[in-house]
T-cell receptor
């Protein structure tokens, strides 16, 4: 069975600095997607970034980038120039490309931004 | 930008009562999902829906749960006889034209069962 592990329950970073959130996963599949979602206090789940496993290039979205290490089954999220609005729970999620439709979720990392 | 909407934002009900949670997916999306998140716990998949039928469901999605797309725009989750442990945030998500498309989430409905 696939699992997603986020080993950092909470992280804090000074505003304008860079922070990296860790995520590892376990799967025997070769084709899959990985996602980072952000959940602010409003509790809405917002897509931050997506990575296709077949792509070697790491995905980037403005200040957000990932370090995808397929062999190590690692998918970390780097947030550069942290802003107060980045404060939220961050969830890593995994999805098999074929047959399954569901997202499998990590437990989340609470990110605190210090002004 | 189109978005998924959910109503109500908060539903309080008595144990044993039926509740219907409503979702309006993004209009040209074809794949629909329900997830739940019990406070302090992981998000859990409940069910996926495509072409007017359930395509996958989890062990949580037992006989007390049902989903429907009654009119081509709404997507509902019904819990027939609520239990205390059904208290959670329920998220609806929709995905685009292909099963591999990203899932976009609604703001959630907080269900409180007393």
């Amino acid at each position: 069975a696939q699992t997603v592990t986020q080993s950092q329950p909470e992280m804090s970073v000074q505003e304008a600095e860079t922070v990296t959130l860790s995520c590892t996963y376990d799967t025997s599949e070769s084709d899959y997607y990985l996602f980072w979602y952000k959940q602010p206090p409003s509790r809405q789940m917002i897509l931050v970034i997506r990575q296709e496993a077949y792509k070697q290039q790491n995905a980037t979205e403005n200040r957000f980038s990932v370090n995808f290490q397929k062999a190590a089954k690692s998918f970390s999220l780097k947030i550069s120039d942290s802003q107060l609005g980045d404060a939220a729970m961050y969830f890593c999620a995994y999805r098999v490309l074929d047959s399954n439709y569901q997202l499998i979720w990590g437990a989340g990392t609470k990110l605190i931004i210090k002004p | 930008e189109p978005e998924v909407t959910q109503t109500p934002s908060h539903q309080v009900t008595q144990m044993g009562q039926e509740v219907i949670l409503r979702c309006v997916p993004i209009s040209n999306h074809l794949y629909f999902y329900w997830y739940r998140q019990i406070l302090g716990q992981k998000v859990e998949f409940l069910v996926s829906f495509y072409n007017n039928e359930i395509s996958e469901k989890s062990e949580i999605f037992d006989d007390q749960f049902s989903v429907e797309r009654p009119d081509g725009s709404n997507f509902t989750l019904k819990i027939r006889s609520t239990k205390l442990e059904d208290s959670a945030m329920y998220f609806c998500a929709s995905g685009g034209q292909g099963v591999t498309d990203t899932q976009y989430f609604g703001p959630g409905t907080r269900l409180t069962v007393l």
